[in-house]
């Protein structure tokens, strides 16, 4: 069988998408900094879908201990799935450093430090996918989110030039761009129902994108339209609004 390993498989879009493809018969490696609170989903997935599923310790800002991690699984992914994220409010983050060196590293430079390792191994096998979570709100800067968004942004390009690079290798790079969705980092945010996604719409665009060889997807198709009208407004407008 298939492996896949999931970084962030304590967020609701983490355990999404390890039960879609534990449904499609991957086996699972699930893997959080506490790993301890994976043991529900760990039997859950073995019981419901009848494959291998494993836990394992990560911690995205150690990133000393990346490599030893990546060598330590019990067998190397077929699929692996940075699914991290870490947004707090906007003037909060701004005012303290270490959020904001929280709010990069985990959203970037955490995701490189291991992704990385990852492609490196994939391409001395010529094989392997690799799908990486990013947001619509590192499409242009808005006062709300900037600090959040300009991970995000990077994060986005750094998935760009890795897809570029590992396509002669025979390796696969997935960018995600789920717009909202109803997870435990936006519960106290009032999101627009029509625009907003569930873990599990998140989980079968992942898996149906990743099953095409996408290069980009928007979990809702409307988003990619969306943001082609963000990002067209001039930089003379735009910097006037309140968004």
């Known amino acids: 069988m298939p492996t896949i390993l999931l970084l962030g498989a304590t967020s609701d879009m983490g355990f999404a998408i390890a ?4 449904s499609e018969k991957f086996d699972v490696q699930l893997a959080a900094r506490n ?10 997935i ?13 911690d995205a800002l150690n990133f000393d201990s990346h490599r030893s991690f990546y060598e330590g699984l019990p067998v190397q992914p077929d699929v ?18 270490n959020e904001s060196l929280r ?33 619509v709100a590192g499409e242009r800067g808005r006062q709300s989110n ?35 969705v109803y997870t435990k ?5 009032s999101l627009p129902k029509i625009l907003t996604a569930k873990p599990e719409e998140v989980a079968d665009a992942v898996y149906s994108g990743a099953k095409k060889n ?15 009208a963000v990002t067209s407004v001039p930089e003379t407008m735009f910097k006037k609004k309140k968004m």
């Open 19 to 22: 039960k879609k493809f534990a």
């Open 35 to 44: 790993s301890s609170v994976l043991e529900p989903h760990q039997k859950d």
């Open 46 to 58: 073995q019981i419901r879908y009848g494959v291998k599923c494993t836990t394992h310790s990560f």
């Open 80 to 97: 692996a799935i940075y699914v991290i994220g870490y947004m707090n409010d906007n003037e909060k983050t701004v005012a303290d450093w």
């Open 103 to 135: 709010t990069i590293n985990t959203n970037y430079t955490g995701a490189v430090s291991i992704l990385n390792i990852i492609s490196e191994d994939f391409a001395k096998k010529g094989s392997g996918t690799i799908i990486g979570i990013s947001s």
């Open 146 to 180: 900037y600090m959040y968004g300009s991970a995000k942004s990077a994060f986005t390009a750094y998935l760009s030039g890795l897809r570029n690079k590992m396509y002669h290798s025979g390796v696969h790079v997935m960018t995600v761009l789920p717009g909202f």
């Open 185 to 189: 980092m936006t519960e106290h945010l």
């Open 214 to 228: 996408k290069n980009i997807i928007y979990v809702k198709w409307f988003w990619r339209y969306i943001m082609m």
